[in-house]
């Protein structure tokens, strides 16, 4: 994998293929670094506006219970000890979550489908969304939730668990709507074996009350991007 693997902008790289019919203006056929768009009881597609002011963006949505999923898989990572992604999630249709209604929106994984990170989002009861991270920590879990605005994220993260040559020690770091690679929305020191060979983005493994509420209702996402180690930004 290259220091900038790729830059992916969902509004250029069409993902219409995988939903039916394509969109006037937006291509029509999946091109890499995506290799499928794996859906069980939900449905991915794409659509006009983008969440970065771009011709067109993906919309991710579940219709079946909470073994549903509704993802874009990327393959080109290869066992990487460090890992860094970002994109953009929309998640204002369903702000009116309970504190018990949530639904994975990104996970990378290894072969074997351990995923040394998993990241969600949730509601609070209020009306307001947050997004948790969930990463490798030695025998347990790394985890925190954070709040997510009414409208377009830019969301990025940092996973190293400390073997990669000029690691700067294993950590997660998470930086939600910062533009700085300095001024992380959270980071923390991290006890892990795990690598990255596999990246899914979109709605999957939701609860209960997330299928119960928000069947078929839709998730926007746009504008990823993955590296090794370098800060990606918007």
Not at 13 to 32: E, K, N, Q, R
Not at 109 to 128: K, Q
Not at 133 to 140: A, E, K, M, R, W
Request: proline share 6%; aromatic share 8%.
């Amino acid at each position: 994998m290259n220091t900038k693997m790729k830059v992916l902008a969902l509004a250029l790289l069409g993902l219409a293929g995988y939903a039916g019919s394509a969109v006037a203006g937006c291509p029509g056929s999946p091109v890499p670094p995506w290799s499928a768009a794996p859906a069980l009881g939900g449905t991915v597609a794409i659509v006009v506006g983008g969440l970065d002011g771009s011709a067109c963006s993906m919309t991710s949505a579940l219709t079946g219970d909470s073994a549903s999923f509704a993802t874009v898989e990327d393959d080109t990572p290869t066992a990487e000890p460090r890992y860094r992604a970002s994109f953009m999630i929309n998640p204002h249709n369903v702000t009116a979550m309970s504190a018990t209604t949530a639904s994975f929106v990104f996970t990378a994984s290894n072969n074997a489908g351990v995923a040394p990170v998993a990241l969600s989002i949730v509601g609070d009861g209020a009306g307001n969304a947050y997004l948790t991270y969930f990463v490798q920590n030695g025998t347990g879990v790394a985890t925190a939730t954070k709040p997510l605005l009414d409208g377009p994220n830019h969301v990025e993260f940092d996973y190293d668990n400390g073997t990669a040559a000029g690691s700067p020690g294993p950590h997660f770091s998470l930086w939600i709507n910062s533009n700085t690679e300095g001024a992380p929305t959270d980071t923390v020191t991290i006890s892990s074996t795990g690598v990255v060979d596999t990246a899914f983005l979109g709605l999957a493994g939701a609860t209960g009350d997330w299928t119960a509420l928000f069947n078929g209702t839709t998730v926007g996402f746009d504008t990823f991007d993955s590296r090794r180690s370098t800060f990606i930004g918007y």
